[in-house]
């Protein structure tokens, strides 16, 4: 007999820790060249997570680009302290885009359905331009990842999905 999904959640932890990413080639070659910049959604992320009672272990801001993205995210999931893995920007069509393409090899279970919730809810804020996110989310060494357009209000919609179900997605990839 199965566990109900009621008891999956309320099992689950109540805290997670997180680390958040900003992909951003902008605002990244402005930081390094110590030009004042701002992370609008990175901040958002933070302040979202932080209000639901979770802790944010760390936050980085990287350019758009492959090798360091899943560098990052590797080295993040061989660490102890950290749950989930929140990355914003990256999703879209533009060539540069490629936090999706960086993310794929190291999920060993995709989340489609984060995708699809996604957006179908932000449809109902935008209209038909959501078909150019591609918003995801999976599973990889008992962590999560989420990855999420760069405005803030994709970060807000897509952490207002997961958030809802964090509790009954960290007990079952750790069951």
């Known amino acids: 007999m199965s566990v109900p999904r009621s008891m999956h959640k309320e099992a689950g932890p109540r805290t997670a820790n997180f680390f958040v990413i900003t992909v951003s080639t902008s605002r990244y070659n402005a930081k390094v ?22 802790r944010v272990v760390g936050r980085e801001l990287i350019k758009d680009d492959l090798v360091m993205i899943r560098s990052l995210v590797d080295s993040l999931l061989l660490r102890d302290d950290v749950d989930v893995i929140v990355l914003t ?21 995709e989340l489609e359905g984060f995708g699809e919730l996604f957006r179908q809810v932000s449809y109902q804020k935008i209209g038909t331009g959501v078909i150019m996110t591609r918003a995801t989310a999976g599973v990889a060494r008992g962590k999560l ?28 990839i750790r069951s």
């Open 33 to 54: 060249s110590g030009q004042p910049y701002t992370d609008e959604s990175g901040d958002l992320a933070e302040s979202m997570l932080k209000q639901a009672g979770h």
């Open 89 to 109: 920007g990256g999703t879209g069509l533009a060539r540069s885009d490629v936090t999706i393409e960086a993310l794929r090899p190291l999920f060993e279970k």
């Open 145 to 172: 990842i989420v990855a999420l357009p760069g405005s803030p209000d994709g970060v807000k919609t897509g952490l207002e999905i997961i958030l809802q179900e964090l509790p009954h997605i960290l007990y079952i």
